[in-house]
């Protein structure tokens, strides 16, 4: 009788996310807590940085009841990011190939590739809300929590083992026919429902790509990265000054970084986005270091109302584009905007600017 209607619940939740345009889902159990001396190994070494939430948090996310008291089941959703105009290139280079070399080539600002539409914790929040509410008006009594990255959970544990793919050697989830640019949603949830089964096979092999593609080795062993040296958290998620070692090393990306993923072979699978809001805005697929320069902050703001890029700030952003200005190869008038910022500047960004005025001389 209990399997009769955890198949029937699972039916429900599969018409309800074929009809919204869902991607691929599964269902996890909550026990997490294999996870436990990893996580706690990887805090204890300070790997975290200055992200306090990892350690105040602590091992409070591999507890489902921590989000949602009395969960039973996870229910994991991969939705696909890249757009597909990124992904079709006009030519017979990948766009794997083209972004690599576009950025290597440290003539132009980068913005990384999930953060160039709207933000990702909106747009899925918010279908995972209506996802839920759909279900939970066709069966009443049972309750539901959604999550999208920054609730305290353990988001790619939870799809690996609802077979959504594997964890890859840069700890990021991969399927083999999707790659891993995609986003991962999940719901808390109180309903029966059958398990999907954990994803099979590790399908790394011996591939270390993601682990040489690194540029500031932030990917210390596999499985395994040190926040500290990984260019997303310095230019996302760190406030203090950029460590000096590290700033040639960020080159010009403005905020985040792709490098792993693009460098993994089974992105050449990656499947396009299904939703217009993660479309590129031309601010950030075709970024202006004359007109990123000289934004003021109400500008910056207006700009970048609704995308995840606001979430660091002007003093970060500033920052970041600084450091980039520095790596920067070959842009006519760079020093003379630096001169520019640096008149408005404090002496955090002051310090920055200088030092990518040395690396213009």
Same mark, same amino acid.
């Given at each position: 009788m209990?399997a009769?209607?955890?198949q029937?619940?699972?039916?429900?939740? @599969?018409?309800v996310?074929? &009809?919204?345009?869902?991607?691929?889902?599964?269902?996890?159990?909550?026990?997490?807590?294999?996870?436990?001396?990893?996580?706690?190994?990887?805090?204890?070494?300070? !790997?975290?940085?200055?992200?306090?939430?990892?350690?105040?948090?602590?091992?409070?996310?591999?507890?489902?009841?921590?989000?949602?008291?009395g969960?039973?089941?996870?229910?994991?959703?991969?939705?696909?990011?890249?757009?597909?105009?990124?992904l079709? @290139?006009?030519? &017979?280079?990948?766009?794997?190939?083209k972004?690599l070399?576009?950025?290597?080539?440290h003539?132009?600002p980068?913005?990384s590739?999930?953060?160039?539409?709207?933000?990702?914790?909106?747009? %899925?929040?918010?279908?995972?809300?209506?996802?839920?509410?759909?279900?939970?008006?066709?069966?009443?009594?049972?309750g539901?929590?959604?999550?999208v990255d920054? &609730?305290?959970t353990?988001?790619?544990?939870?799809?690996?083992k609802?077979?959504?793919?594997?964890?890859?050697k840069?700890?990021?989830l991969?399927?083999?026919?999707?790659g891993s640019?995609?986003?991962?949603?999940?719901?808390?949830?109180?309903?029966?429902?059958?398990?999907?089964?954990?994803?099979?096979?590790?399908?790394?092999?011996?591939?270390?790509?993601?682990?040489?593609?690194?540029?500031?080795?932030?990917i210390?062993?596999?499985?395994q990265?040190?926040?500290r040296?990984?260019i997303?958290?310095?230019?996302i998620?760190?406030?203090?000054?950029i460590p000096?070692?590290?700033?040639?090393?960020?080159?010009?990306?403005?905020?985040?970084?792709?490098?792993?993923?693009?460098?993994?072979?089974?992105?050449?699978?990656?499947k396009p986005?299904?939703?217009a809001d993660?479309?590129?805005r031309?601010e950030?697929?075709?970024?202006d270091?004359?007109? !990123?320069m000289?934004?003021t902050?109400?500008?910056?703001l207006? %700009?970048t109302?609704?995308?995840? %890029?606001?979430?660091?700030?002007?003093?970060?952003?500033?920052?970041?584009?600084?450091?980039?200005?520095g790596?920067?190869?070959?842009?006519?008038?760079?020093?003379?905007?630096?001169?520019? !910022?640096r008149?408005?500047?404090?002496?955090?960004?002051?310090?920055?600017i200088?030092w &990518?005025?040395?690396?213009l001389d």
């Amino acid at each position: 009788m209990q399997a009769h209607q955890e198949q029937e619940n699972w039916a429900l939740l @599969q018409r309800v996310a074929k &009809a919204q345009g869902l991607g691929c889902m599964g269902v996890s159990d909550t026990h997490l807590q294999a996870c436990e001396p990893h996580l706690q190994a990887w805090l204890n070494q300070g !790997m975290h940085g200055e992200m306090a939430y990892m350690e105040r948090h602590g091992l409070k996310r591999l507890n489902a009841d921590t989000l949602f008291p009395g969960a039973i089941r996870i229910v994991s959703l991969r939705v696909p990011y890249v757009p597909e105009t990124t992904l079709n @290139q006009p030519d &017979a280079t990948t766009f794997t190939e083209k972004t690599l070399m576009e950025i290597e080539a440290h003539n132009k600002p980068y913005v990384s590739l999930y953060a160039r539409g709207r933000d990702y914790h909106k747009v %899925i929040r918010q279908r995972l809300k209506r996802f839920a509410d759909a279900v939970n008006s066709e069966v009443g009594g049972f309750g539901f929590r959604v999550a999208v990255d920054s &609730a305290p959970t353990a988001e790619v544990e939870i799809a690996r083992k609802a077979g959504l793919g594997w964890r890859g050697k840069h700890t990021l989830l991969i399927h083999p026919d999707e790659g891993s640019l995609f986003f991962l949603g999940e719901v808390f949830t109180n309903m029966p429902l059958p398990l999907s089964g954990e994803f099979g096979k590790n399908h790394c092999g011996t591939c270390t790509s993601c682990i040489t593609a690194c540029p500031t080795r932030a990917i210390v062993k596999p499985y395994q990265v040190d926040a500290r040296r990984c260019i997303s958290y310095l230019t996302i998620e760190h406030d203090s000054e950029i460590p000096l070692e590290l700033r040639p090393l960020v080159g010009t990306r403005i905020y985040g970084c792709d490098d792993c993923q693009l460098a993994c072979p089974w992105n050449k699978f990656a499947k396009p986005a299904q939703y217009a809001d993660f479309n590129p805005r031309a601010e950030f697929e075709k970024p202006d270091w004359f007109a !990123m320069m000289r934004w003021t902050e109400q500008e910056f703001l207006r %700009i970048t109302e609704g995308s995840a %890029i606001r979430r660091i700030g002007y003093k970060r952003f500033r920052r970041n584009l600084a450091v980039a200005a520095g790596n920067s190869v070959g842009v006519v008038g760079m020093r003379e905007a630096l001169l520019e !910022m640096r008149s408005s500047a404090d002496a955090f960004l002051m310090e920055h600017i200088d030092w &990518a005025l040395s690396r213009l001389d």
